[in-house]
């Protein structure tokens, strides 16, 4: 480091101390905050930090780090930041449908991250040498990527310390509660206001303002300025995942994520730590079964999917249950929020990202993976050779209407594919009901690489979701057809029936499959 370089980082130091003024102010500290300011620091960027509460946080989300968030992780710099926390490899999923299984491993890559197609798999499932390849993470074609699984507050707490240790970043504990606007009529975001804790034992707070050329704001999912900077969006939500936490609970193979699908209910479940693993379980809004006059969510956990799980499973959830005291288990709402434009006229000066601007359901542990992912883009696009000063409103409308599209080549399919997965894993009625079995019995015909390279985020190739997704839609409309005729002579009597079930299913696919699809690409 060079003499004057030394000093402008004091001097962005001081002012950062003393006026509270920076090139960038992000506002909160969770997965996307500390990935963005640490980004956006290490490009020589003078940054603040702001966070409301710095202790450990206690939630049941991200948890899952798919192997394309790994890789953004490993971009970014942070992947230290999965070391000391008891992070548990994933190596793919675990599908258990009513009394079948199939095993779906993450596929090879080669060198340059691009996914191998396997022609050798026939059932999905790997056979005792290419299960011991997996699990060092090699095999003779290429290395297999792995995930990781944590307890959440672990890593958001390395998160924020890697921030802490960085010196072009200053943080400070205080509840933002409004944005700063110009004067004299000017929409320009010129920071944020805040009320910060003076004295904890009286809870006396004082007025603070925090000032940048950008201002980023990402305050999660229960966002608080979504409603004022982005046009009133809201987040759909159709279910909550209510979450336990088992402890030494045997479910093999191990370092998979597993899926449990029974007659209309849905389970996942994941090792977070050494001892422990997480049970998350869907519980639609408004579902009869779990009402208060069948005895409420612990009712519907206990009576109907306590019967649908692998039976080595099911003492690990009565005695988690049983532990929570008769309380209701800690919930999380599934949420899908698409993504819009920003970055123009309307409230210059100011981006909202994170879960704050894009969501989607979390059954594939795909949001973390966006988030790492977006922030080497976003840097990328914003790097001070390309835009020197942040303050320049059409440099950055021009970034982000590029971030917009550029992004949607790996979040469209992340994203499409919670929705509609979670239409067929949680399917209720007989055409989805079909479309169901079909996606099993794709899986567990050995087409496994491609749709779970996609989950991992290793593809980036919406096409190639589009193909798979019907591809499931057109087995499935053949095994009702064999199903419905019966494989007889007698059964051709029935065809106009199999024919009318094809017209309804091929219906079905194309409503789960297609708005959400056009929302997300536009």
Request: aromatic share 8%.
């Amino acid at each position: 480091m060079t003499l004057e370089d030394f000093t402008s980082r004091a001097l962005a130091a001081r002012r950062r101390n003393e006026a509270h003024e920076a090139d960038v102010v992000v506002v909160g500290a969770g997965i996307f905050g500390c990935a963005v300011a640490f980004a956006l620091a290490n490009q020589g960027r003078s940054v603040i930090l702001l966070e409301r509460w710095m202790h450990e946080p206690d939630r049941i989300v991200g948890e899952l780090l798919q192997p394309g968030g790994v890789d953004a992780l490993r971009k970014l710099g942070l992947e230290a930041c999965l070391e000391g926390i008891d992070a548990i490899p994933c190596y793919g999923y675990h599908v258990k449908y009513h009394s079948e299984e199939v095993q779906i491993p993450y596929p090879v890559v080669d060198a340059a991250g691009k996914v191998q197609v396997s022609s050798s798999s026939t059932n999905g499932q790997a056979n005792g040498t290419e299960t011991e390849k997996l699990l060092s993470g090699g095999s003779s074609q290429g290395q297999r990527p792995e995930g990781r699984a944590f307890h959440h507050g672990r890593f958001i707490m390395q998160l924020r310390k890697a921030c802490s240790g960085h010196p072009n970043i200053t943080i400070y504990e205080t509840t933002v509660t409004d944005t700063v606007r110009g004067s004299h009529g000017d929409q320009r975001i010129l920071g944020v206001e805040a009320r910060t804790t003076v004295d904890k034992t009286t809870n006396e707070k004082r007025a603070d303002f925090f000032f940048g050329q950008l201002t980023i704001i990402a305050d999660g999912y229960d966002s608080k300025f979504r409603k004022q900077l982005l046009r009133g969006r809201a987040p759909v939500v159709r279910s909550k995942f209510y979450a336990l936490e088992l402890v030494d609970c045997p479910f093999p193979p191990e370092g998979y994520g597993h899926v449990v699908i029974g007659d209309g209910t849905l389970v996942l479940l994941y090792q977070i730590g050494t001892h422990e693993t997480r049970a998350l379980i869907d519980v639609p809004l408004d579902l009869p079964a779990a009402s208060p006059q069948n005895g409420g969510v612990r009712g519907y956990i206990e009576k109907v999917i306590l019967p649908s799980l692998p039976a080595g499973v099911r003492p690990s959830v009565a005695a988690a249950l049983a532990a929570n005291g008769g309380k209701i288990p800690k919930s999380m709402p599934n949420s899908w929020l698409p993504p819009a434009k920003q970055g123009g006229k309307l409230h210059p000066g100011v981006l909202v990202l994170g879960d704050a601007y894009n969501m989607r359901h979390p059954l594939t542990g795909g949001g973390m993976t966006v988030a790492f992912n977006d922030v080497v883009l976003l840097a990328g696009l914003l790097h001070p050779d390309s835009v020197p000063s942040l303050a320049d409103g059409k440099i950055i409308a021009k970034v982000m209407d590029e971030f917009h599209w550029r992004r949607k080549s790996l979040t469209s399919i992340i994203n499409v594919l919670a929705q509609a997965l979670y239409s067929l894993f949680s399917a209720r009625d007989r055409q989805l009901k079909a479309l169901q079995l079909g996606c099993f019995d794709y899986f567990r015909r050995g087409y496994t690489d491609e749709p779970v390279g996609m989950l991992g985020g290793l593809i980036s190739r919406p096409a190639v979701l589009a193909y798979h997704f019907f591809s499931v839609a057109f087995l499935a409309i053949w095994l009702n057809g064999v199903a419905v005729c019966g494989g007889s002579v007698l059964g051709l009597w029935k065809l106009p029936v199999a024919v009318v079930d094809a017209v309804l299913i091929l219906w079905r696919a194309c409503v789960v499959f297609l708005p959400v699809l056009w929302t997300e690409m536009r």
